[in-house]
């Protein structure tokens, strides 16, 4: 039975980290300076089993979740998750996606889609190598992404997301790039506003590129209009190119919130669930996982969290609520 939070919103999404690692320190994400060498990540028993994590998914499911994407971290990271993919896609009715760097989907591409993955978005803030690296703080060539990205045409897992952030006087130039060079390719390009998330990559107003920026500079060499939502809770505006070529999507969370159309409960990959990507405080799964609770047990709690839910961070967001600690992005997914 589908279940609504306080403002009415169905739970539809679940977004799920398969571990808090990763091989990139994106400073909008994990910026090294925190990130570093020391920097502790989870022990693997403190992980959830991808056992533990399949059977939550099932009671998720009775309650409305129809669609699952996994991320982290960098989800390719987490050890064969194809055989957790290959769980998930044994409960029927949903949908089950995932967001990856792409540094890693060369290699696994086929093996995924043969597990039972539905969908792919890549993450990918540049053209060029240079611009790239101020992005993420790696030596990474762009040409892996982009092998990444033809690995998965090829297995089938198109057409394709790509997600780029955009932050001001790092990246920014690269906008018309990225729209041409995807302009045609049957893929769609989401432009990502640069969100103060977590309370470790300092972000500030100054360096969000707003969504009506964006859409300014593609229409002024591109022209675009503006497409009606797919479905409730789709955060991207969509527009498409007027040539017919194809559409992008821009994710305007800082200047224009969608908090009311919310569906998205996130499980990190120790077992609390957070009922928003800027939550403080996740509520505890694992340990009554661990402490050999019944489905019935863990389906009310879960049904508790969400029937109470009230969180409107976007909508709210203010000089006050820009200061609070916040989980970090890394750490939940995204
Ligand atoms: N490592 C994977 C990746 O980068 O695709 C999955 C996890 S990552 C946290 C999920 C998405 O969040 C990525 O598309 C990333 O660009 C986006 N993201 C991370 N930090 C962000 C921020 N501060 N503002 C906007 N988007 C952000
Ligand atoms: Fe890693 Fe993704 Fe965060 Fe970049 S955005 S640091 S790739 S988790
Ligand atoms: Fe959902 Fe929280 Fe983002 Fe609003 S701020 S859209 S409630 S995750």
């Known amino acids: 039975m589908p279940i609504t939070d306080t403002y009415q919103r169905p739970l539809h999404d679940l977004r799920i980290s398969v571990t808090d690692r990763c091989n990139f320190r994106c400073a909008y994400c994990m910026p090294k300076e925190i990130f570093g060498r020391d920097h502790t990540f989870l022990p693997k028993d403190d992980l959830l089993t991808f056992e533990e994590i399949a059977r939550l998914a099932r009671i998720l499911a009775n309650l409305g979740v129809r669609k699952i994407r996994l991320t982290g971290g960098e989800p390719l990271l987490r050890r064969e998750v194809e055989a957790l993919i290959q ?177 998205r409960l996130r499980l990190s990959a120790k077992g609390e669930l957070f009922t928003c990507l800027f939550g403080t405080r996740g509520h505890d799964l694992r340990a009554l996982l661990r402490d050999d609770a019944s489905d019935n047990e863990l389906h009310q709690r879960i049904t508790a969290v969400w029937q109470t839910r009230a969180d409107n961070y976007s909508e709210a967001r203010s000089t006050e609520t820009s200061t609070l600690p916040k989980v970090e992005m890394s750490y939940i997914g995204g």
Request: proline content about 3%; some cysteine.
């Open 87 to 263: 769980m998930l896609a044994a409960i029927p009715g949903i949908e089950i996606a995932m967001t990856t760097n792409g540094t890693l989907l060369a290699r696994k591409a086929q093996i995924l889609k043969d597990a039972g993955l539905n969908r792919v978005t890549i993450s990918l803030d540049a053209l060029d190598d240079a611009t790239f690296k101020q992005m993420n703080d790696v030596n990474v060539p762009v040409q892996t992404v982009l092998d990444g990205i033809t690995a998965a045409e090829e297995a089938g897992l198109a057409p394709l997301k790509i997600n780029m952030v955009v932050k001001r006087g790092v990246n920014d130039k690269d906008i018309l790039p990225m729209a041409r060079y995807f302009h045609g390719s049957g893929h769609i390009l989401r432009f990502i506003e640069f969100m103060d998330v977590g309370s470790t990559n300092g972000w500030r107003m100054d360096q969000v590129v707003s969504a009506k920026e964006i859409a300014e500079t593609i229409n002024n060499q591109m022209p675009i209009e503006l497409l009606e939502a797919n479905y409730r809770g789709e955060v991207a505006n969509r527009w498409r190119y007027t040539d017919g070529n194809g559409e992008i999507g821009i994710i305007a969370s800082v200047t224009q919130p969608f908090c009311g159309n919310c569906t």
